[in-house]
């Protein structure tokens, strides 16, 4: 990727950012009696990583005009986002979701979010302003999901970003709780073609292509069109194609996983960082090396973003320095 002279915004996400109700204990949700408030969406945890490691990352979203509403904006203009493009739908609500820890593997979700503001995007909005000043645009596969013509604005969004210069970034992020297998599945397969960078993981890799090898992977996703392909491997690291490249980077070390939602959010914000510099011989294997310490560090943290690191604390941890903590 290359810069865009006089750019003011690195990276443009657009997705739907939900109120996120987090159990205090572990076990059943319906034994829940406490529960903590914060906000969760994939496109906003990579805008709120982004703006951690430094990057201005504006998030483009349609929320309620509800207090729900309020505390997603709030929150994300506390983080240093630029939610000034945001939009307020006063017929529809702003979506609500919650997580349930088993104690065990990944936390189990559930969505309120049909019928929501955010559902109701169309390509009409999307606005050529939207990509003013901006470099990027980082989308994933759960806005396509959410409503009638979310796939069609996330299609229109990919095509005028690229029409204007901006380079492009898909996360397939399946969900298979909002859409069939089928749909998701054709919907997907659709969008790689319009993105620069595809990052998926094994599993999203193997729904959309059947069983292969991982290099048969990055091979495949590449003749589709995009110009480099991440495949995540979670805990065996990570996996690039670029260009005649193939590279192979280590896992991170995880000493306890606690809640592994918004890891690959955390992923995709550590490597476009790096994406964003210019070009050189080794930008490649830093992305790869930062992605896979963020996520390695977002597993490690209840919330999907609150425990990602500012730039200064990626870099210790990356350069194997210790904090000063007391
Ligand atoms: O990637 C993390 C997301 O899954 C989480 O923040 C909630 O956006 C969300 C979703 O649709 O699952």
């Not at 596969?141 to 604005?153: E, K, M, R, S, V």
């Not at 392909?229 to 996996?239: M, N, P």
Request: with cysteine; proline share 6%.
């Amino acid at each position: 990727m290359t810069a865009r002279s006089g750019a003011s915004v690195d990276v443009v996400t657009i997705g739907e950012s939900m109120v996120s109700m987090q159990p205090m204990s572990e076990g059943p949700l319906a034994y829940a009696p406490l529960f903590t408030r914060t906000i969760a969406g994939a496109e906003s945890n990579v805008a709120i990583g982004l703006t951690r490691l430094g990057r201005k990352a504006r998030w483009i979203g349609r929320v309620g005009a509800d207090p729900f509403g309020d505390i997603i904006l709030s929150t994300l203009a506390g983080e240093g986002v630029d939610v000034s493009l945001a939009e307020r739908d006063p017929s529809f609500p702003t979506a609500i979701y919650f997580k349930e820890f088993k104690g065990y593997g990944d936390p189990n979700v559930y969505y309120y979010r049909k019928g929501s503001a955010a559902s109701r995007l169309a390509p009409e909005h999307v606005k050529p302003e939207w990509f003013e000043g901006a470099r990027h645009l980082h989308v994933t596969g759960i806005t396509p999901a959410l409503g009638p013509h979310t796939a069609d604005a996330v299609r229109e969004a990919m095509r005028q970003a690229r029409s204007i210069g901006l380079t492009v970034s898909f996360d397939p992020n399946l969900r298979r709780k909002l859409w069939s297998e089928e749909e998701a599945r054709r919907t997907l397969l659709s969008l790689v073609p319009l993105c620069d960078l595809f990052l998926p993981g094994l599993e999203e890799a193997e729904f959309l292509l059947g069983e292969r090898t991982e290099e048969e992977y990055g091979q495949l996703f590449r003749e589709m069109g995009p110009k480099t392909v991440v495949l995540k491997l979670g805990e065996r690291g990570a996996i690039g194609f670029e260009e005649d490249r193939t590279l192979r980077v280590p896992p991170d070390r995880v000493p306890r996983i606690v809640d592994t939602v918004g890891a690959g959010d955390a992923f995709a914000a550590g490597l476009l960082s790096v994406y964003l510099e210019p070009e050189d011989e080794h930008r490649f294997e830093r992305a790869l090396r930062t992605a896979n310490a963020m996520g390695a560090l977002a597993v490690q943290y209840r919330g999907d973003w609150e425990g990602l690191p500012k730039a200064a604390e990626l870099e210790r941890l990356l350069s194997g320095g210790k904090d000063v903590t007391r």
